[in-house]
């Protein structure tokens, strides 16, 4: 039996017996505001697309009736029956795709991108499903009788966040229900050609329950989604799959099925089935004429640019430099320190083998679960998902920190980080931050070889509203981390793993440490007793390690620099590099990557907008090959005293 032969088995159940008058009502309101959208935008009285759920109203009917105003719903690009449903807020949502500032994310997030109290949509497939085990973690913690229901179609199924929800919910046993609405199509693709197997069995593996249901007979899927959504509210998460049938293209209009199939299912539909009823013809007519005048008498009132175009990045031009000393302790134990007093303050901590007694690979979170039991949750081997649950618990206010074990796994962190995390205070017009902390070390220098040595920060610099910083054993971070507490944008900690071990930084008697007096300022190490003749800027472990061998690097170049150790990689202070440079008009960049597109580009770029004067300016950093793990040509392919004094010599010689 094919696909379309089941979905046809189960529309010859359609069974128009015991439903509601609200429930009729409401899916006839949504399917009309669905009609006027592609009406509008068949008129080009709204930008971009629209996904309409025309078919598959009684869904979000049947579930979002359950919730309260507490349970969330998050959803996905088919969201606007959702979001009807959850908050009944129709005239809402149509002001956000014709782009009014009256619109629920003040015309910003258009059709795919809705926020309210108790809902959020993305149209990223899956992104949002570990996002809603977070909020639901935050629930259970709190001991709040609250659900979350994750919306999905079955063409979600495909991508690996969906199983890292499922995984992070069940081992949390989160209140938290997955509904797939089940169409048969993923956009154009027929479901045999895109998802194999049996949909239920999926979520059964990770040992959850699972209910089934169609759009055809209502009361069924009523009762059936009521035992479903009170079994989660009693603590534990569930699959529903709902069968449905999407009468409309995937989007305005780029439909290639079978006109004949189309119209089967239009003659199948209960809500047309109803429609040649009198009275709900007669109803129809009714909210027609409601939302018509409505759309009619919308004023074009418009957000400004001022108040768009806004970040949450702390930016500071000038600072004063004060002096400083650290304790005698090693940067691992400073750490901890650090770490612990943002839990100490209320923070949320996930990561892999965080827990104790083992404490993290390098060992930071040693003690914290102990401690703080009710902070700390372990998780799967699950970046994205992780990160996911931390955004969740975000939104609901909490500073949540995750750790990703090393640098080199960030890459799985990309989607939440760039389309969530990164978007949703502009997308939902500023209704919400997302205070993450994503934490995770950096660099080479252990033999760990190519997938645990790379220092890919620069692939994060840049990403709009999200703060990057980088911690050093030059400084004891503990000021850094309670700075945070300030700070409500999504935040990227890069740490170095070689640093763990080193004492923190103990003054050279030769040059005075000295920090910009600010939140997350750079370091300054001056020569003493002399004018500096190369400003050096560096981060992190090469700052330390220039700084270790800073007279050695006097005795191979003849130059007296003056080291500036760069606490914000995004975005970058001037201020200290600036003065430094009216002094010695050269610079040299060391960077932990190699250096193409990389951060000593942008600050030489920067420099030059600024109309810096340069006599001298040169980048060294990483070789471009994968890191490898033995020693000799891993010390030949990455920055250190040796190669940097070689390079810089070669590049000013050359000058």
Not at 235 to 253: C, D, M, Q
Not at 399 to 422: C, H, R, Y
């Amino acid at each position: 039996m094919n696909h379309i032969e089941k979905i046809k088995k189960l529309s010859e159940q359609v069974n128009l017996d015991n439903i509601s008058e609200f429930d009729i009502k409401l899916a006839l309101r949504i399917r009309l505001v669905e009609q006027a959208f592609l009406r509008l935008f068949s008129e080009g009285k709204m930008n971009g697309t629209v996904h309409t759920c025309v078919g598959q109203e009684f869904s979000a009917v049947s579930v979002c009736k359950n919730l309260n105003e507490d349970d969330w719903v998050t959803s996905n690009h088919r969201c606007h029956g959702h979001f009807i449903s959850k908050t009944r807020n129709w005239k809402g949502l149509i002001d956000e795709l014709i782009g009014v500032k009256t619109g629920v994310s003040r015309g910003i997030g258009s059709s795919q991108h809705l926020y309210s109290k108790g809902f959020l949509s993305n149209g990223i497939q899956a992104s949002l499903l570990p996002v809603g085990t977070g909020i639901a973690l935050y629930k259970k913690i709190n001991k709040e009788k609250n659900i979350v229901v994750s919306f999905l179609g079955e063409g979600t199924l495909g991508e690996g966040a969906s199983y890292e929800a499922f995984n992070l919910a069940v081992l949390h046993n989160t209140p938290q229900l997955f509904v797939c609405e089940n169409n048969f199509y993923s956009q154009s693709t027929p479901q045999v050609n895109s998802i194999t197997g049996n949909i239920l069995k999926r979520p059964e593996s990770f040992g959850m329950r699972v209910f089934e249901a169609n759009t055809w007979e209502i009361a069924k899927l009523n009762e059936i989604v009521a035992q479903a959504i009170e079994y989660v509210r009693d603590g534990s998460p569930a699959f529903l799959n709902i069968s449905t049938y999407r009468l409309n293209a995937h989007s305005k209009g780029d439909d290639d099925r079978d006109l004949d199939e189309i119209q089967y299912f239009h003659s199948k539909d209960p809500l047309n089935l109803l429609l040649e009823r009198h009275e709900w013809s007669k109803e129809r007519d009714k909210l027609e004429i409601e939302i018509n005048k409505y759309i009619n008498n919308i004023e074009e009132s418009y957000i400004d640019e001022e108040f768009y175009c806004k970040d949450q990045l702390p930016r500071h031009k000038k600072s004063e430099l004060i002096n400083f000393n650290n304790s005698n302790v090693r940067m691992v134990s400073a750490l901890n320190k650090a770490y612990s007093k943002a839990l100490e303050n209320g923070a949320f901590l996930i990561g892999e083998d965080i827990m104790d007694p083992y404490g993290g690979a390098f060992k930071v979170t040693k003690g914290f679960s102990s401690e703080y039991p009710n902070q700390v949750f372990y998780s799967s081997i699950s970046e994205s998902g992780m990160v996911g649950v931390s955004i969740g618990m975000a939104l609901m206010g909490v500073k949540s920190f995750t750790e990703i074990m090393f640098g080199d796994f960030m890459t799985l962190t990309f989607d939440q980080v760039i389309n969530n995390a990164s978007k949703m205070y502009h997308m939902y017009a500023f209704q919400n931050s997302v205070p993450i902390r994503i934490r995770t070390p950096m660099g080479g220098k252990r033999g760990y070889g190519p997938t645990h040595s790379q220092s890919l920060e620069k692939f994060f610099l840049g990403i709009d509203n999200v703060l990057v910083i980088s911690l050093t054993s030059m400084k004891d971070p503990l000021d850094t981390i309670i700075d945070l507490e300030n700070i409500y944008c999504p935040v990227i900690i890069i740490e170095n793993k070689l640093d763990y071990s080193r004492f923190l930084w103990a003054e050279n008697k030769n040059y005075s440490q000295k920090i910009e007096d600010r939140p997350f300022g750079n370091i300054v190490l001056s020569p003493k007793n002399n004018q500096p003749t190369l400003t050096i800027v560096s981060y992190g472990e090469s700052a330390r390690h220039i700084a270790d061998n800073i007279d050695i690097f006097f005795e191979e170049t003849d130059q007296i620099p003056e080291l500036i150790c760069l606490t914000k990689l995004h975005p970058i202070d001037y201020h200290s590099i600036e003065k430094s440079l009216s002094k010695t008009n050269q610079i040299l960049i060391v960077e932990d990557g190699s250096t193409f597109f990389g951060l000593g580009s942008e600050i030489l770029a920067n420099l030059t907008e600024l109309s810096a004067n340069l006599e001298f300016a040169y980048r060294i950093g990483a070789d471009p090959y994968p890191i490898p793990s033995v020693s000799k040509l891993e010390e030949r392919l990455l920055p250190t005293i040796k190669t940097i004094c070689s390079k810089f010599l070669k590049a000013y010689n050359n000058k």
